[in-house]
């Protein structure tokens, strides 16, 4: 399994782990898990990348898709541990300026509460 | 070292192309980084041929062929589906594709922004990418 995906819900918080390679395939399991109902419910999503391998643009494109549906509901999407590759392909594209990229699960959870 | 690899035209064997690029790379002590950049630009194409050009149908197939000279990398990318418009590519806009929340068509601007030159080359026989990448 090239990907694998688990929620872990906190309060009005939903912490989603990424575990593997966010490609053309395996992206498709990442837009499902967004595009759930119930996750327009939180105020909050936490996305951990400590063991996100590897993002090609569809993972990205993923993303895109669906964040100005999160912001026009004033829900918060946070990323946080992510490793220096795969930042630096939000970098490459200005991502990084466009989406909330922390270092560590305590400051995604401090600007969670701003 | 075995140099080119041919897959069946499905988003699966996306990772054996990495793979492969990953293996083929591993001795150049290139940066993680750099490394996942290279392996990124090659999978972006890969993605779009097996997708796009073909229609993700199992009886087709690419080829991924990696060479390297004087410190440039080349790869040789060959499928037999649509031809890619070059002509017709846009550079994207990002803050309107989260706009309008569209989800493709920045792989080859990664592409772009990855690699030292990208060609594109059909005949009545086949397509041809070439990626060029100077590492030394």
Known sequence: MP???????????IIITLDGELDASSSVMLD??????EIMTYSKILVDCENLNYISSAGLGVFISHLQRFEDAQIKLIFYNMQDKVRNVFEILGLDLLMTIVSDYEEAMTIADE | MNNKITVSCTKKNLKQ??????????GYKLSDILMNQIVLAVDEICANL????????PSKFISLGITEKSGMLKFEITDNGVAFRRSEYR??????HI??????GVGIALVNRIMDRVEFESDERQNTCLLYKKIK
């Open chain 1, 3 to 13: 990907m694998k995906i688990t929620n872990q819900i906190k309060d009005t918080t």
């Open chain 1, 32 to 37: 499902e898990a967004l595009s759930d109902p």
């Open chain 2, 17 to 26: 192309i990495r793979d492969f690029v990953t293996v083929y790379l591993a």
């Open chain 2, 50 to 57: 097996i997708i796009h050009a073909n229609q993700e149908d």
């Open chain 2, 91 to 96: 550079e994207p806009n990002i803050e309107e």
């Open chain 2, 99 to 104: 706009r309008i929340g569209k989800k493709g």
